[in-house]
């Protein structure tokens, strides 16, 4: 296997800040929006989804591995570990898949890009990716000219292990879950006319929306009262150095990175907004899975044996020393270590030792992608106006989630029967500030939201 190295393709700097500005927080959205809910939620009986149709379960006629190859990407982060592990540890091989490349991406929109090409153009078959982007895709809201990629979330990659931080202009502060004293500092500064900008790692996404959320329960509105602009992962410490930003929301090993360089400290880890709340994703193109149903199961074979030793807190110094590697994160050992092991100084004086706030990767039915989870991300972009109100969620689901394929390797590696769900749904979720996500009744809980764009 060729050493893992960065995919580009000739329209990343061009193309993602073009695609990326046409559906960004402050972007007007209203033509995309419009042509999605004519596609995606006005018929009542939707038996497809932009004439792409639901997925159907094909049982495979025998074992037999259809190819032995897969071209999977990632962002340089802690919760990729499971794909840097299964490589390394020979989970991939173990499972008969002898020819994957793990390719590092300079970005989410790198990401998305090479994901839209596919391996067969130079592109990607599947990667570690922001939960809402296989979605996003599949409806074609932030690929180039609104033109669908239709995509298959296989598993979930890990609960939590996000951080919101702060640079060290607010450290008197002392920022956390409540954002009053922030508002109004955010207020006074942007009062005397100086930019005040909140950080994420791609419109839409996790890291996006676990922003906004904690902004407005707080009363800041994140599209009057601050600018929220996009960054990659990598490029989050240089940038709040050089004052881009007052306040960022990303993975580890970049909000323990901030603190070690003297920068700014960490506010909250996101599990505290909504514990063990669902984080990154491994998803694929549907063309690859439809087309290579046993090679798909056994790279799911493979995260989830990678999800388990990670899980292990035996494992976890070894694993961060393989995540700091140059080829995968390219980060000291020390900006990851702790916060693996889930020891968080927070950089205020706080420090919390082995936190139940910590980064899963399978306890707690970490891998399993539950649908109730999606709808929450779903509800969340219509909140924000990235998706349109009237979109048939329960059909975008149907088509995007592949639960059964996860079902079936649970199956196959002879899974403990409390590692699977008996429900697509977790139930009822309970957020920081007191609000509640009931996935029967989804509609009711963006009615108890108070700062949305959504309009009526």
Known sequence: MESPKKTETAVDCAANTAVDAATDMSGNRRTFIKQTASMF??????????GMGFPSIVMAQSTKLETTKAKLGFIALTDAAPFFIAEE???????????VEITKQTSWGTTRDNLVLGSANSG??????????????TVGAITANNIPTPMYILARLNLGGQCISVGNEYKDLKVGLDTKEFAKAVAAKKATGKPVNAAVTFPGGTHDLWMRYWLAAGGIDPTQNISTIVVPPPQMVANMKVGNMDTFCVCEPWNLQLIHQGIGYTANTTSEIWANHPEKAFAMR???????????????????????????PANREEVAKICSQRKWINA????????MKGDFDYGTGRVVTNSPHQMRYWKDQASYPFQSHDLWFLMENIRWGYLPSKLDTKALIKQVNREDI?????KDLKIAAADIPKSTSRGVEKFFDGKVFDPAKPQAYLDSLKIKTLKA
């Open 124 to 137: 990607i078959d599947g990667a570690h990716i922001l939960t809402p982007m296989p979605y996003l895709m």
């Open 41 to 50: 939620g006005l018929a009542a009986g939707l038996g497809s989804i932009g």
């Open 406 to 410: 996860w079902r079936a390797a649970a």
């Open 89 to 99: 540890k020979g989970f991939f091989k173990k499972h008969g898949m002898t020819d």
């Open 332 to 339: 000291p050992m020390a900006d990851i270590v702790d916060r």
């Open 286 to 312: 549907k063309d690859y899975v439809d087309a290579n149903p046993n090679a798909t199961k056994a790279l799911m074979m493979a995260v989830m044996e990678a999800q388990m030793y990670c899980e292990d």
